[in-house]
């Protein structure tokens, strides 16, 4: 061998043992681990306040990783996921200032078991919940061991976020998905229809007690099927009011303690029930006349422990009657 191929090879090799994935050492375990970086443990300060990133889908947002990443501190950046790949450790090790990102695939109740997982959960100094299928995340991981480490973060206010089936699973209600997705249409024509599934307390995190969340808002035209939600949870006395909080693609609310601002390309809708359903039942259009909405689109605050917008929040009414969304804005724009 040419001495120029073996320099090659040997850096290669020493790329990989600093910064390649950890898996292949664990053949036959029932999870998956990568690391990029230093997965040594790290024992950084308590953040002072609780954060949340809730992101809508799409492209990701650079801004809220590096904001979500500031107020970890450093450390350990971990990324849990039922599926998918490790494509998020080069993705956020190159923003700096972590000393790691590990992600886990955990695709069993086995796995969200196993002490090595929960091991590497309860010493990550950031967690974020990938995309996927929140089906997946409420099948596999609801109400075992690491549902219960995820909690114990919250608790010492170390930052959590996901997007799309990561943020599904962030509020107190939850939209399981756990059969065909479900259309606005589909939702609004009979909210009790096979599709319109509902979970709850998955986690308890701060400000988002009585919220149920939504992705994608803007792209694939959810509000009406958030409504149907809110109607929903109304209805079969989950809560007296209820709140929806729908995030448009390529959008990030980030939340601290409690205040939130806006990053991103779009826009976070806030709506929020006014009494019961004037018809929700079973087979038969919705009915739900003047559930509040507020639109926060440019740098304004949301307070999520009071509900309200400061600055660049649009305010409007919107209406399901016999299942047809209209709005109080000019034109009746739902949006």
Known sequence: ??????????RIVLFTLAFGASHTALAGKPYQHFVTGDGGNVVLPKPVYPSLVLMGGGPDVDAAFKWMIQKSGGGNFVVIRATGTDAYNPYIYAMGGVRSVETLIIPSRT???DPFVLERVRNAEAVFIAGGDQSDYMRYWKDTPLDTALQELANRNIPIGGTSAGLAVLGQFIYTGENQSV?????????????????????????MGRVITDSHLDTRDRIGRLVAFLGR????????????LGVDVETALL????????VGLGSVYFLQTVGLPQVCAPKTPLTYRNVGVQRLSGSGIFDLNNWAGYGSTT????????GVLSSTQPGGSVY
């Open 233 to 244: 949870i109304v209805q079969d006395g989950w809560s007296g009011t209820a709140r929806g």
């Open 183 to 207: 259309t606005s249409p589909e939702a609004l024509a009979n909210p009790y229809g096979k599709n319109v599934t509902l979970g709850r307390d998955f986690l308890t995190l701060p400000t």
């Open 255 to 262: 939340v601290e303690n409690g205040q939130a601002q806006r």
């Open 315 to 322: 305010n409007y009414a919107i209406s399901a009657v016999q």
């Open 1 to 10: 061998m040419n001495t120029s191929l073996f320099s090659r090879l040997s």
């Open 111 to 113: 796995a969200a078991s």
